[in-house]
């Protein structure tokens, strides 16, 4: 089967850290560009981070860049998002995704193996 699995979420203070996990199971997460999105209640989704593989671009949303950090571990087959100085703004619940980098704002596509996601609570 073929899943995408968000973990490392939590609830933490303000300026607080959180590293994501995004776990592949079913392919191999070297051959697909890998991203971060999230959504709070409410809120329209928003596109954290992609990484183009190919070009070494990486995409970061302009609130989090700076702050955060996306990383994989092909070896692990695991995709992370670093969280530092977490404000009540990053509450949502965040996902991981295959995604199509764009400068402006990346595609998330395969809406089939997003999972869950693992929530992310910041508390001021």
């Known amino acids: 089967e073929v899943q995408l699995q968000a973990s490392g979420g939590g609830l933490v203070q303000a300026g607080g850290s959180l590293r994501l996990s995004c776990l592949a199971s079913g392919f191999r997460l070297d051959v697909y560009d890998i991203g971060w999105f999230r959504q709070a209640p409410g809120k329209e989704r928003a596109g954290v981070s992609c990484v183009d593989r190919t070009s070494g671009r990486t995409y970061y949303l302009d609130s989090v860049r700076g702050r955060f950090t996306i990383s994989s571990d092909n070896s692990k087959n695991t995709v992370f998002l670093q969280m530092k100085d977490l404000k009540p703004e990053d509450t949502a619940t965040y996902y991981c995704?295959?995604?199509?980098?764009?400068?402006?704002?990346?595609?998330?596509?395969?809406?089939?193996?997003w999972g869950n996601g693992t929530q992310v609570t910041v508390s001021s």
């Open positions: 995704a295959p995604c199509a980098y764009s400068s402006d704002s990346p595609h998330f596509y395969g809406r089939e193996y």
